[in-house]
């Protein structure tokens, strides 16, 4: 006969062949027997503050080691990561959502349960909206194979699924779980040959060709290819905002972030006057699209995403994007000659002290170019910290965190945990503003209790400055916090307030030397302080409001 | 020619003729342009430190002052007041909810603007899951009459609704409003007098009625009617946990807290042994009626709610809860002679400090008994902050406010900031345990700024201290804070830990003399110490996991 495990213990064998390694989340009375379960497995149970903390730890994770799942208990614990599992969903990050729920024999007769808000199923329709796939695990006879299903959906739409179990299903039997099958689906044999060779054909006959590299890439782990194509072709390649470090941005063919008029003119000039966009994994959203003010032209597009692969203004269908990519690396792609093109780093590693000059925020950003290292994962928040961020050159591939399409704040710190928990070798240099550190950055509190070693740095300017730059009112403005002595609270990490060049310098180097504890650098900037990329994007979304 | 305003001009016009003086929330560019027309309102904004604080202090605010608002972006702040949002529809409280979204012109081939989720209607759909009514002003020919039935909705049943405005409607011109009409159903002339008559019939013909208050009479404003009612009758009165303080707790009526075997026995075994209970307002939630420990026999109750009016097996249709309660305190119900029943404060008021002895929860709770003035409003977070506060005697109405059924952590610091300011006369006092205020507990920083003066007892018990009640594990501890040095992040408030009895008469002193800011006492309770009424709790709590 067939070995039998509870159902909990089948969700938690198969989590782990998906290679998650740790459960944020918070437990409650109907999740608890689960949180013993996984004491008792090999998945690490991370207990942070609040629970949205927990889902934006849960995307970080994803985005390093391509899953992350968070546990939470009913509707008052789900409803707390239904923000980051939006943003999850809309930046495509696999974040597997496990939630208690009442018993089954508790429900008969509708009994009004704590925690319950209209009828047992509310939690479940809500997150219908916000994930790819979901499941109750109501049925012993259906729930491992719904549970091979859901998390088959996560891995394969790179996005957020959700699972709830009843509490007094946690311990029922079924079936041991067989091999993990992972499904790949398969191109259409004759629609793939006519689209790559009319790729092939488009590309070598453009003079001169660039690749636009997108988020997907990395969430499908397409990048070797990338690197491939870009090695074996020499065509130049330009990022995203959202997709920012899918290729190193010291790779001799990177030419910098395009982003419409929001961003560098000469990056702009040249995917823009390009007779041949070869358009990778791209999400065509508009701060990608510089709050469309990207000019591309579709009659000189090819454009290979997850959902669709298309060629100047027709479509193939059943083409995937794996093999689209594979099959143009083993095509007959011209290569082209050494020419010059856009520098990134062009005006960088100039940055000369003043010590005494008061820090700004476009000085600080060259400050930590200079400052980058190897190990260091940039985690940007939203505002200036990400805007400001995305002339920071990237030493190597996917080493760029941030909801840079979602755009919600408080993601960083908690990202953060996430982060450096997926790769302990990884250090996360956290760029956050005031008003988003106010959201979330408390989440300082379970990095401290782990021994984690961000550096995070909280850029002061005293409100919502992208918010003052289109539109100023008293509600822009809020309370000022010493951030820098956080650690009286939360005993352990080390601060900094800092005013001056010199002081920023003194506390970076603090901070790197630091590998014990969070350091946490209270840059004090002028209220109405702004990077040139702030200013430039925020006169385009004033024009909306 | 009638005169015209615009939307928001008409949304702000409605939320002021309904009592509406502050708006909670955080403002976004999807939502700037309505913030703005607020500052030219009578209505004052309050920005959070978060959106669900936003959600909490809203709930809070309505309790007290019978209507709330948040104000929030699309998606982004939208889901992060989807808990506090279903917490007010699990327990009546009538939340506004408004959200700025992208434009319609901006929505033409439906673009991926930032904060979308899955298309432009994902927000819409989860609301409508949590609210009992909604409306998109995306049409001026209906936007006026969707406003008015929206928050018709609201105040008649007493439950949260959600407006959306997409941003380039919030100036689009519309006919002014007329004058407001509060629609009121009527009860069916026949059905009334046939239930009165029977109710009357059983009241009088029974030897021990007790009347069951719940928190439905608050929300309804029946409360000066079930004073009455119970002056005139002389029958006694129990109230739920959930309806706590909805009739004076020193009414010579007043007979204590009914939870079933987790209350007070006396009250249990008054209530149990009746022979006519008449229920009023009730909301039969597991947490009310002590996890489904309360023994009350259908064939002995009247039950009156604004859902239902039932006596003994039967309903009877269109009888209006108000309009029931008139014609009781018209019918000729006999008055009872004077007495024995139990009495909610003895042993109180025995509290002799022992000032060198380390405190404890119970002996907080009876040197808090002591403490309470007439001008506060007792607030209490989950765990022992409510379970334990279940005991303490609340001086007037409508000075009791917790999350009693929703039970969701994190409720009472944003709760604090909602009430003081829905009604400035009252003083908070706010239970919390380390946990909750993890949670939302930096909320003191707005508190801080609008010169509120809260006085926040933080139960420090190291952890999730209910559940290591029903199941202990690693994942019930967090992190230690320093919760007395808050102080010094948020400058202006005081702090104090507290170790010994005396020690806490010293702290309570001092807060009661400090009316010009918070005042956050930091408990030290040892990690297994918890209140009788926690005990009984978590053991049948326990049971269920």
Known sequence: MKKRISIGQYLIHRLVQHDVGHMFGIPGDYILKFYDLLEHSPIRTVVTTREDSAGFAADAYARVRGIGAVCVTYCVGGFNVSNPVAGAFAEKSPVIVVSGSPG???????????????????????FDKL?????????????????????????????????EIPRDMIDVPIPAPGRLEIRRERSDPDSLKEAVSEAVRMINGAKRPVILADVELHRFGLQPLLVRLADKTRIPVAATLLGKSVISEKNPNYIGIYEGAMGREEVRLFVESSDCVIMLGTVLTDINLGI?????????????????????????ENVQFREFLLALLRAPLHRRPQHGHPNPTEGMNEYRIRPEAPITVNRCFQRLNAFLKDDMVVIADIGDALFGASDLVIHRRTEFLSPAYYTSMGFAVPAALGAQLANPHLRPLVLVGDGAFQMTGMELSTIQRLGLSPIVIVLNNHGYATERQIHDGPYNDITEWAYHRLPEIIPGGRGFKVKTEGAFDHALKAALANRRSFTLINVILDKFDRSIAMERIAKRLAKKV
């Open 292 to 316: 469309f003010t990207a000019k591309l032209d579709r009659g000189v597009c090819i454009e290979a995403t997850s959902e669709k692969i298309a060629i100047r203004h027709h479509a193939f």
């Open 131 to 163: 994930t790819i796939d979901s499941a109750v695990l109501d049925d012993p006879r259906t729930a491992g194979a719904e549970i091979d299903r859901v998390l088959d959906s996560a891995t394969r739409h790179k996005r957020p699924v959700y699972i």
């Open 104 to 126: 089954m024999k508790e429900r008969v007769h509708n009994p009004l349960l704590h925690h319950k808000v209209r009828d047992f199923n509310t939690q479940k329709e809500v």
